[in-house]
């Protein structure tokens, strides 16, 4: 019970946005957005569009486990080397089959 009467106090502290404060921020190059734009598929859409490189130019490295040494894990890397980028994969699809 004391939490939910405490919260009426501590919201009671808060304060309003005042016209100079947006003003400032907006000085510090701080813009307010429509609401409207700020869905999680917009938002979603536009961190993958400023990451478009870096999401298709990984690579998936498996780390060693506790018991492992960083040298068994190298070995098998360079041993099976079936890793690939997504971007190698999307030219191998690309890539007409060779019929035989």
């Keep these: 019970?004391?939490?939910?009467?405490?919260?009426?106090?501590?919201?009671?502290k808060t304060k309003r946005w005042e016209e100079e404060d947006v003003n400032a921020l907006k000085q510090q190059g701080v813009n307010k957005r429509d609401p409207s734009e700020l869905t999680?598929?917009?938002l979603g859409e536009e961190i993958i569009e400023k990451n478009q490189d870096s999401l298709e130019n990984y690579e998936n490295l498996r780390i060693p486990r506790?018991?492992?040494?960083?040298?068994?894990?190298?070995?098998?890397?360079?041993?099976?080397?079936?890793?690939?980028s997504i971007k190698e994969i999307k030219e191998d699809h690309k890539k007409p089959a060779v019929a035989n």
């Design 66 to 84: 506790p018991w492992e040494d960083q040298s068994e894990v190298d070995f098998m890397r360079q041993k099976n080397r079936q890793v690939k």
């Design 40 to 42: 999680l598929e917009k």
């Design 1 to 12: 019970m004391t939490e939910v009467t405490s919260f009426r106090y501590e919201f009671r």
